[in-house]
């Protein structure tokens, strides 16, 4: 179930009729923009999410997990 080509020459139409023909490509300019303004971003929590990793790996070793005291007695 996807948008087939009546439905998207229909979105254009409207958004011809809406915004107007000489507003186009200065809205295609500010959207394309945005994109790579949330790529950019986006690859840049990456990285750090990325250099935290490895630092986390790097750095401490894996705590040993104590071990409770067994009751001496009867077993149950």
């Known amino acids: 179930m996807g948008l087939g080509t009546g439905e998207i020459v229909l979105i254009i139409v409207v958004v011809v009729v809406v915004f107007g023909a000489s507003r186009l490509p200065g809205l295609g300019e500010g ?45 149950p």
Do not use: H, M, T, Y
Not at 46 to 66: L, Q, T, W, Y
């Open 31 to 75: 959207l394309g923009r945005a994109i790579g303004s949330f790529k950019r971003a986006l690859g840049g929590a990456n990285e750090i999410v990325a250099s935290a990793k490895r630092s986390d790996s790097e750095g401490a070793a894996p705590a040993k997990k104590e071990e409770s005291p067994k009751p001496a007695g009867k077993a």
